[in-house]
């Protein structure tokens, strides 16, 4: 007769011993059934040449089916891991950035210090598939958003991203109506130029609007001092969303004749009529009813929201009719319009130099803030990789705890390395000595980084291996931030990945390679060459 009280050595916490049981040999199961350590091997962010083969090594001395997926079948190299050593760098210390999973990187530093060209080494990583840098046999979709002030054609700096279109891959510059000609001389004038870089005017596709958009558009948002026809404005939007429920798409038209059936004051009419002309100025012309528009201009707004794979999109709105919190919205429109067909193709998004845009306090920046927070929150359910690159570490702190990889370049700001301490694991550790803290080896070795070199902080990436016996297992299984002194980087981390990859025939001891994660622990790495024109670089007097 079953128990009603819960008691030891029945059949029910049988079945619950079952549901905690730990497999001792979970690095050897069959990808059909991933374990939890097998998970967090094939989502590491990055990895060393060392570590890859260590884990193909565990599935050939386990007899794994060869004909399985590799534990990182799309990778991309990243650098060369430095080392404070007299030895030359060798091979195991290439690391790669895992193309595969999805995962996101803050990268900051300094003007000239590298970390647009690390973004672009990045973006190449996931566009590329023929790239002489890694193995991507499924390339992503790209998209890139930039702003910069414009003053002057000649003073105005393009995304520097555009430069992939060197080796063949189509880039797409979508650009501010009121701008077009102007960035489209610009942009054509391009070293490394080819067919593949188009530029295009920036049209909203009204099918793909809904009422969120709508919101956006009408700067509708966390204002503690709204306009006076904003409460209408939102009554109108509410009537049409509960009247439109379970339809896609936004019938602007509707709205415009819902919004002149209105009685509105004097004062209210003229920043209402303004705020829809920015707004009609960034839909195709010919599809707004009654606007003064050239049906000739069309360039087909469905077209250009469209992401294949192994293509990239750039939004850059530089433009001086387009400020920051119009460029922001805007910006969280295109987001959320690149993900909607996620499912055609990975997703990589990219911002570049963020803080041209992102440090307003603005309802708009910070509901762009936000959107990019919940899809860094969800990256693993979207197929999205998020790369942020930026001057200012400040920016949001948020997105800095959140991200799985930051890459530091050089800067001397005492304030900015504060910032980046007090969010990322390793930056503060404390533990050189009475006189001597680890935080401040760490801003030394920043202040002193040559320009394409990085510390990265990772606390999954794989990029150590430790070897040692059965009978040394206990010994060694706790790697601890005491050790930091004898380690080439900085202190060592505790988690690891244990790889029972046997290197002796004696049964009596057999020698094992760890897998060891990043932890605490950071690594110094120069990144590569770029495989596309590099437009980045200095210019100098001669």
Known sequence: MSSLYLSKNTSETGEHMKLVKGDADASRMSRFKITRLEEELITAPLFSLSACETLDTDRLNSQQNLDEDPMYPQYGLLGLRNRPTSKPPTQDDLVYANVSAPWSAFICGSQGSGKSHTLSCLLENALISSSPAGKLSSPLAGLVIHYDTFTAFSSTQLCEAAYLHSSGIPVKVLVSPTNYLAMKKAYKTLAGGSKMLKVEPLYLPQKDLNISMMKTLMGIGNRTEQPLYIEVVMKILRDMAIANQGKSGFNYSAFKLLLQREQFLKGQLMPLNMRLEVLESFFEPGSVPGANTDRSKQHGADHAWKFPPGTLTIIDLSCPFVGQEDACALFNI??????????????????????????????????????????????????????????????????????????????????????????????????????????????????????????????????????????????????????????????SSTESAQIATADSESQDERTFHRVIQLGTSYAHIRVRNRITFDGGRSLLER
């Open 334 to 491: 295109a987001v959320s319009l690149f993900l909607k067909n996620r499912h055609d193709a990975g997703r990589i998004i990219a911002l570049d130099e963020a803080h041209k845009f992102m440090t307003s306090t603005s309802p708009e920046a910070t509901d762009l803030t936000d959107t990019l927070l919940s899809v860094v929150r969800q990256q693993r359910h979207l197929a999205a990789r998020l790369l942020i690159a930026t001057q200012e570490p400040t920016l949001a702190p948020a997105l800095l705890e959140l991200c799985n990889v930051t890459i530091i370049h050089r800067f001397s700001s005492p304030a900015w390395f504060k910032a980046i301490k007090s969010h990322i694991a390793g930056a503060g550790i404390e533990g050189l000595g009475p006189n001597n803290t680890a935080s401040s080896t760490i801003f030394h070795k920043i202040v002193r980084l040559p320009t394409g070199e990085a510390l990265v902080f990772c606390p999954t990436a794989l990029l150590d291996i430790a070897k040692h016996n059965d009978q040394e297992d206990e010994e060694l299984s706790s790697i601890t931030s005491s050790s930091w002194p004898n380690t080439p980087d900085g202190p």
